[in-house]
């Protein structure tokens, strides 16, 4: 799909099951989430992925260091945010690389996919929600140059306070 300087960005696969679920299954890579996925969640989240790759032509997808180990999930789908239809970017990156910017890398390599792709796609505006607690994800956010619209409660995530980031692609 898509690829950076040190990431390969590449739609999951069902058989992937096992390297999502080390990341979304990971307590300390979760917890701005309610909780860490279990097994069923974390297929209904790969099953979803692989969907909307087939159906839309973009997904979240895995993030792969060069070696091919894989270390997140990044992308975006189209999704309801506070009663709306929206395409919503989103990044996860494995606790163990946390620190050495891949998550921005990869929501870069994403959004530059999306900027390249958006119009043919009907994509014209971006959207990236976030716990008003997760700084790492609102810094990656800003530097996107994604602003900041709104402050809500976000019932996708236990009605914690988020924030609501968005970018025109147009």
């Known amino acids: ?52 790759q087939a159906e839309y032509g973009f997904s979240r997808w895995r993030c792969e260091l060069k070696t091919g180990e894989i ?27 946390w620190g050495r910017g891949y998550g921005l890398e990869a929501a870069q390599g994403s959004m530059e996919w999306l900027k390249r792709n958006g119009k043919a796609l009907n994509i014209q505006t971006i959207v990236a929600t976030m716990a008003t607690d997760n700084i790492a994800s609102v810094r990656t956010a800003q530097r996107l140059d994604m602003q900041l619209t709104d402050t809500f409660h976000n019932r996708n995530n236990l009605n914690k306070e988020s924030y609501y980031f968005e970018l025109r692609l147009d």
């Open 71 to 97: 270390i997140g999930d990044v992308g975006a789908l189209h999704h309801i945010v506070r009663d709306k239809p929206v395409v919503d970017l989103g990044y996860i990156i494995h606790a163990d690389y």
């Open 1 to 52: 799909m898509f690829k950076t300087s040190r990431l390969s960005l590449n739609a999951w696969e069902e058989a992937d099951f096992e390297a999502i679920a080390r990341i979304l299954q990971d307590a300390a890579t979760m917890h701005h989430w309610p909780a860490p996925l279990n097994d069923d969640a974390t297929v209904s989240w790969l099953k979803r992925a692989v969907e909307h």
